[in-house]
């Protein structure tokens, strides 16, 4: 028995020394072409499953078990972060104060998520890169040079961010078609779902007689190039039934879009002798360098009536200017044209400004609503640069004013978030004073939170009310 242990191990010592480099490298070479093919198999799934839309579910072929073990263990995976996901106790909403939600968008209101790169179009059903905070410097620029000055006392405001999706919003009435709330990019909006068609008006006490005789209207649209996502037709229309009119309206506004970039601004205004018309409009393609409207982005239009003179804004840039009209008692939204993203948003009426010395002199503080901010945040909208510049100038020309500004929340949402957002945000109005000229020294921020309203909570026009800035006189 020892011999032949011994002879195995003498034939082993020999087929090594002869045989073993061939027969390790013939392993190796095995090896290598098995890896090379483990790769190239996954690669081809890869592609295929890129055409085909959906995940790889493993292969039938016995082959293929390994990779199959291995998709396996990385769904296991993927379940167990999900249930780790379950059991977290999720985020908060920066604008409503809700906890513990889940997914991209707030349970409660629909705002984004916090610090997330993505937010969903269309009640989410499509994703994309969310529109910069910052505005571009050319909306910047327009605003910084625009006349619009936004009314001083706020008399009706939505946003929608209290509406249910898929619900009719509660502060509007329809008049003919259908309208629902909606989302575009984590907003939320009052949408045109039955193939672009409806038409609605704020739902008001006297829904004839609401608009005085110096008001502004302010509201946003949001316009997008693309293929196949349809043409948009929206006509703001303005009635008075006390004076001689046609179909109800003294003056309307006619804007269209298509989704190659075309776009025209067209109005139709009677003369208060109602003897002439004055038509006009505005070419306002995207292709022209002077348009105002801006691709995949917001866009804010703007109404000022003065007693008779009717102006239009689009993104802060003048575009329509009539020195006699009759004078409107209300107005609705006419909405036309199958256009995938057929919303109105963040529509805002105010009774006409006041001089803002006179409103110093007499009450010793400057309340405004026309400083406005991101959703859930403390970056300024563009178009809060008008009031910023008047505010500006008020100091400029009074060297010895200085302002405590304070920054006021409606009490929606919790104290831990409302109060930190409202310093933010005061910070940033006293920075872009600031920057506009201002010494520091003059200036001072402070946040309120919902601590001092000055209107009832419970009610849509007494939040709008308390949503504010402040600047009180030191």
């Known amino acids: 028995m020892k011999k032949f242990i011994v002879s195995i191990l003498m034939f082993l010592f020999v087929f090594a020394s002869a ?65 780790k996901g379950k059991k977290a106790k999720g985020w908060a909403c920066e604008e409503c104060g809700k906890e513990g939600n889940t997914g991209k968008f707030c349970e409660e209101c629909g705002a984004a998520k916090p610090g997330s790169k993505k937010a969903a179009k269309e009640d989410g059903a499509k994703e994309e890169a969310t529109p910069a905070a910052k505005p571009k410097k050319q909306t910047e620029s327009a605003y910084a040079k625009s006349d ?41 909006v009052i949408a045109f779902t039955d193939e672009g068609f409806g038409e609605i008006q704020p739902l008001m006490k006297d829904q004839q007689h609401f608009l005085p005789d110096v008001f502004t209207l302010e509201f946003d649209v949001y316009y997008e190039i693309g293929d196949g996502l349809g043409g948009d037709e929206l006509e703001i229309a ?40 004055i038509t006009g409009e505005k070419n306002l393609s995207l292709d022209d360098s002077s348009s105002p409207l801006k691709d995949g982005e917001w866009n804010h239009f703007a109404f000022s009536f003065n007693k008779r003179a009717f102006k239009g804004y689009v993104n802060g840039i003048r575009v329509m200017s009539v020195p006699t009209a009759k004078v409107p008692s209300h107005f609705w939204f ?82 831990k978030v409302n109060d930190p957002l409202s ?14 000229g201002i010494a520091k020294t003059r200036l001072s921020a402070v946040g309120k939170g919902s601590h001092v309203p000055i209107a009832d909570n419970k009610t849509d026009e007494g939040r709008a009310k308390n949503r504010r800035v402040e600047f009180v006189k030191k």
């Open 148 to 188: 619009f000055v936004p009314g001083d006392e706020i008399f009706f405001d939505d946003d929608f961010s209290g509406e249910k999706l898929g619900e009719f919003p509660s502060q509007w009435d329809l008049m003919s078609g259908y309208a629902e709330v909606g989302s575009i990019n984590g907003r939320k």
């Open 334 to 415: 006419n909405h036309g044209g199958q256009y995938k993203y057929a919303c109105i948003s963040n529509v805002r009426m105010a009774k006409g400004a006041v001089p803002l010395y006179d409103r110093l002199a007499s009450d010793g503080k400057i309340i405004t609503y026309a400083i406005t901010f991101e959703t859930g945040k403390a970056d300024l909208k563009p178009e809060s640069i008008v009031e910023i510049n008047r505010i500006a100038k008020l100091m400029k020309d009074n060297p010895a004013i200085e302002f405590e500004v304070q920054g006021h929340c409606d009490a929606t949402g919790s104290d």
């Open 238 to 277: 303005f009635g008075n039934p006390d004076l001689p009119n046609w179909n109800g309206r003294v003056e309307y506004v006619c804007v269209s879009f298509r989704d190659d970039g075309y776009s025209r601004y067209g109005w139709t205004v009677q003369k208060p002798n109602g003897g002439d018309d």
């Open 423 to 436: 310093q933010k945000r005061a910070e940033a109005i006293v920075a872009a004073l600031v920057d506009q």
């Open 19 to 83: 045989d073993a480099q061939n027969f390790l490298k013939s392993l190796g070479d095995r090896a290598k072409h098995a890896v090379e093919r483990n790769v190239g198999d996954k690669v081809e799934r890869g592609v295929n499953d890129a055409l085909d839309g959906k995940l790889f579910k493993g292969s039938k072929n016995k082959k293929d078990k390994k990779v199959k073990n291995e998709e396996q263990e990385e769904d296991e995976v993927a379940e167990e972060a999900a249930q």
